[in-house]
């Protein structure tokens, strides 16, 4: 959606020592109608949206006509910035609301009437403001929370989504705003917190943000340095990125910069928080992290859906997989998904689960990013039970269900649940790290448990890659301690072209990994887990041509259709390959990175003699290669 900001005037009822005005008065005759001709060639260049800010836009007499001409222009939101004090007054908000404003972006200072007070250095102004806010929500209009950061307001902000909960509920989304220095702050050295202390802050309100399941975002006018959030992909995912620019009078790189991965999408830091407080201490990036670059060449697809059955399932319809929400708490070296792409409504997400339900799909899978993420997973979970859905499905990394004292699992136990997917591509912290960039290997095992103690069924994704290759049986011999319950799914790394990935470094050729595989397989079988492969995210079986006695034995044959899946390929070698039936050919962007030269056709004698010599047991069993 497209947005132009209209500053109405340029003075407020507050004095908040961090915001800079322009002294401005308002709009008088001539000033309304430019303003207004302004909106109309916005609006005929295909703006939708439109921000009222000052100042206080409340303040302005005309407002509401303001409100009312912008929306016969056809502006389909229109959006206040406001501290709210005059909202409860005089029937302001439900003047507005009937004149066509949407949204509010209401300024929230602290929790405490106290903190609230001494940052709009006014006396009573927090309580007014809460009423204004309570107006607004009363009158119809959408608001979302936001808090400056400054100094004193870093004391409270942990404690603003608890807050939020219990005394604003129909607030959903916060928006946090680090502040700059201004010509009202020199002078001033309270408002303008350290780097380090903003953040713990921005971690602090990310995690808390979650635990209370309100939709966070950061803005980044200021352009904080990437590294402040490094290793808290939630947190960078929140990161709102603004247009680059050069920055070269108002932020600083440091040497150890030049060698960051982020380095050309990282503005540096703050010259105001330098002079203010000294260099703060930088913590380059090893990769860029991936949720602050889009790089797909195509839209990414939302809603998914496939006819590929499983064997010895009772799935007789189309599965559908719901991307719920688009940011991740991790940020895994293989994956695919872009977090920047725009996200479903709710309104779509429910929409998708009826046309589901209406279509006959016997599975819908919820996936992200990292769906744990949304606040309405469960109501989605629940719905879909309600609509007849028979599985209801998340994919997840388990890291919030294992991080809540077990309230979500409880959740989504309760709506009707009945599996999730989790990934889990290390047991070892350091491994877990470099491949996820987040997290723990236990917190995602505590997650699994809780899961599998509100019985529903849990299987676990390990994406093999270079960086978990030789560390596969040791996965496969923890699963069996702390959670044999589970079953196992062994995936290849999907290469998708479009994203920043250094695919080279990251995937492994696909008989390059088989060996491994087997190892990890014969650990599973020894400890009766039970597993399998991922169909098309697995590998083509002419990888398996030297083990073909482990191919049969571990039962790890698809049917396909002996046409090549979408995104793949069969390659020259693949005419006349015994083993046709059961490949979805090559993917094309695996091609384009590794050739084709090691897949070989298999002939007919070898592969029918290890048939011959297999007796599959079922998926779990030790099979012959003990």
């Given at each position: 959606?497209?947005?132009?900001?209209?500053?109405?005037?340029?003075?407020?009822?507050?004095?908040?020592?961090?915001?800079?005005?322009?002294?401005?008065?308002?709009?008088?005759?001539?000033?309304?109608?430019?303003?207004?001709?302004?909106?109309?060639?916005?609006?005929?260049?295909?703006?939708?949206?439109?921000?009222?800010?000052?100042?206080?836009?409340?303040?302005?007499?005309?407002?509401?006509?303001?409100?009312?001409?912008?929306?016969?222009?056809?502006?389909?939101?229109?959006?206040?910035?406001?501290?709210?004090?005059?909202?409860?007054?005089?029937?302001?908000?439900?003047?507005?609301?009937?004149?066509?404003?949407?949204?509010?972006?209401?300024?929230?200072?602290?929790?405490?009437?106290?903190?609230?007070?001494?940052?709009?250095?006014?006396?009573?102004?927090?309580?007014?403001?809460?009423?204004?806010?309570?107006?607004?929500?009363?009158?119809?209009?959408?608001?979302t929370a936001r808090t400056p950061l400054s100094r004193p307001a870093l004391e409270e902000v942990a404690q603003v989504p608890g807050w939020l909960r219990a005394t604003l509920p129909e607030v959903q989304q916060w928006w946090l705003r680090p502040i700059t220095r201004s010509p009202?702050?020199?002078?001033?050295?309270?408002?303008?917190?350290?780097?380090?202390?903003?953040?713990?802050?921005?971690?602090?309100?990310?995690?808390?943000?979650?635990?209370?399941?309100?939709?966070?975002?950061?803005?980044?006018?200021?352009?904080?340095?990437?590294?402040?959030?490094?290793?808290?992909?939630?947190?960078?995912?929140?990161?709102?990125?603004?247009?680059?620019?050069?920055?070269?009078?108002?932020?600083?790189?440091?040497?150890?910069?030049?060698?960051?991965?982020?380095?050309?999408?990282?503005?540096?830091?703050?010259?105001?928080?330098?002079?203010?407080?000294?260099?703060?201490?930088?913590?380059?990036?090893?990769?860029?992290?991936?949720?602050?670059?889009?790089?797909?060449?195509?839209?990414?697809?939302?809603?998914?859906?496939?006819?590929?059955?499983?064997?010895?399932?009772?799935?007789?319809?189309?599965?559908?997989?719901?991307?719920?929400?688009?940011?991740?708490?991790?940020?895994?070296?293989?994956?695919?998904?872009?977090?920047?792409?725009?996200?479903?409504?709710?309104?779509?997400?429910?929409?998708?689960?009826?046309?589901?339900?209406?279509?006959?799909?016997?599975?819908?899978?919820?996936?992200?990013?990292?769906?744990?993420?949304?606040?309405?997973?469960?109501?989605?979970?629940?719905?879909?039970?309600?609509?007849?859905?028979?599985?209801?499905?998340?994919?997840?990394?388990?890291?919030?269900?294992?991080?809540?004292?077990?309230?979500?699992?409880?959740?989504?136990?309760?709506?009707?649940?009945?599996?999730?997917?989790?990934?889990?591509?290390?047991?070892?912290?350091?491994?877990?790290?470099?491949?996820?960039?987040?997290?723990?290997?236990?917190?995602?095992?505590?997650?699994?448990?809780?899961?599998?103690?509100?019985?529903?069924?849990?299987?676990?994704?390990?994406?093999?890659?270079?960086?978990?290759?030789?560390?596969?049986?040791?996965?496969?011999?923890?699963?069996?301690?702390?959670?044999?319950?589970?079953?196992?799914?062994?995936?290849?790394?999907?290469?998708?072209?479009?994203?920043?990935?250094?695919?080279?470094?990251?995937?492994?050729?696909?008989?390059?990994?088989?060996?491994?595989?087997?190892?990890?397989?014969?650990?599973?079988?020894?400890?009766?887990?039970?597993?399998?492969?991922?169909?098309?995210?697995?590998?083509?079986?002419?990888?398996?041509?030297?083990?073909?006695?482990?191919?049969?034995?571990?039962?790890?044959?698809?049917?396909?259709?002996?046409?090549?899946?979408?995104?793949?390929?069969?390659?020259?070698?693949?005419?006349?390959?015994?083993?046709?039936?059961?490949?979805?050919?090559?993917?094309?962007?695996?091609?384009?990175?590794?050739?084709?030269?090691?897949?070989?056709?298999?002939?007919?004698?070898?592969?029918?003699?290890?048939?011959?010599?297999?007796?599959?047991?079922?998926?779990?069993?030790?099979?012959?290669?003990?």
């Amino acid at each position: 959606m497209k947005t132009t900001t209209l500053r109405v005037n340029g003075v407020c009822n507050a004095a908040c020592g961090f915001c800079e005005l322009s002294g401005a008065a308002g709009l008088d005759d001539g000033a309304f109608e430019q303003a207004l001709g302004r909106l109309q060639a916005d609006r005929e260049s295909g703006v939708t949206e439109l921000r009222l800010s000052g100042g206080e836009p409340l303040l302005e007499p005309r407002l509401p006509e303001l409100v009312a001409r912008a929306r016969r222009m056809g502006f389909a939101r229109v959006t206040l910035e406001t501290n709210g004090i005059l909202a409860a007054g005089d029937g302001l908000a439900a003047r507005l609301a009937d004149a066509g404003v949407t949204d509010a972006l209401w300024a929230l200072n602290g929790v405490s009437e106290a903190a609230g007070d001494r940052a709009f250095a006014v006396a009573g102004a927090h309580v007014q403001a809460l009423e204004g806010a309570r107006a607004l929500i009363a009158a119809g209009i959408a608001v979302t929370a936001r808090t400056p950061l400054s100094r004193p307001a870093l004391e409270e902000v942990a404690q603003v989504p608890g807050w939020l909960r219990a005394t604003l509920p129909e607030v959903q989304q916060w928006w946090l705003r680090p502040i700059t220095r201004s010509p009202r702050a020199e002078g001033d050295p309270v408002l303008l917190p350290s780097l380090e202390a903003l953040e713990g802050a921005l971690r602090a309100a990310a995690r808390e943000a979650r635990l209370h399941d309100l939709a966070l975002h950061i803005e980044d006018e200021l352009g904080l340095p990437l590294c402040l959030l490094k290793g808290d992909a939630h947190a960078l995912g929140s990161l709102g990125r603004h247009p680059r620019r050069d920055r070269g009078r108002t932020h600083r790189h440091l040497d150890p910069c030049d060698g960051c991965a982020a380095r050309s999408e990282c503005p540096g830091q703050p010259e105001a928080y330098i002079e203010q407080h000294g260099v703060w201490a930088v913590r380059p990036f090893e990769r860029a992290p991936r949720a602050l670059v889009a790089r797909r060449s195509r839209p990414e697809e939302l809603v998914v859906y496939d006819r590929t059955f499983e064997a010895g399932t009772a799935l007789s319809g189309p599965q559908v997989t719901i991307r719920v929400v688009m940011p991740c708490n991790q940020d895994c070296t293989f994956c695919f998904v872009d977090r920047t792409s725009p996200g479903l409504s709710d309104a779509a997400v429910f929409s998708a689960i009826d046309e589901a339900a209406g279509r006959g799909a016997s599975r819908v899978s919820f996936s992200g990013g990292e769906p744990t993420l949304h606040r309405r997973l469960a109501d989605f979970v629940a719905h879909a039970t309600e609509r007849g859905l028979g599985e209801r499905e998340i994919q997840t990394n388990a890291l919030l269900l294992g991080s809540d004292g077990g309230a979500l699992a409880d959740r989504l136990a309760e709506a009707g649940l009945t599996q999730a997917v989790v990934s889990l591509h290390a047991v070892d912290p350091e491994r877990y790290l470099r491949i996820t960039g987040a997290g723990t290997p236990e917190t995602a095992l505590l997650g699994i448990r809780r899961l599998l103690d509100r019985g529903i069924r849990v299987e676990l994704n390990v994406v093999h890659n270079r960086d978990n290759l030789d560390h596969l049986s040791a996965v496969m011999a923890t699963v069996a301690a702390r959670v044999p319950e589970a079953r196992v799914l062994l995936s290849v790394t999907y290469i998708v072209d479009g994203l920043p990935r250094d695919w080279e470094q990251v995937a492994v050729r696909y008989t390059d990994a088989v060996p491994h595989l087997v190892s990890a397989m014969r650990t599973a079988a020894r400890h009766g887990l039970t597993y399998r492969m991922a169909g098309r995210c697995g590998t083509p079986p002419c990888a398996w041509r030297d083990d073909l006695d482990a191919l049969f034995s571990f039962a790890l044959l698809d049917v396909a259709s002996e046409e090549a899946d979408r995104g793949h390929r069969y390659v020259e070698a693949c005419d006349g390959c015994a083993a046709k039936a059961h490949c979805y050919g090559v993917n094309l962007a695996y091609l384009e990175h590794f050739g084709e030269a090691e897949f070989q056709a298999i002939a007919a004698d070898p592969w029918h003699a290890a048939a011959a010599r297999a007796t599959p047991a079922p998926l779990g069993d030790e099979g012959a290669l003990r």
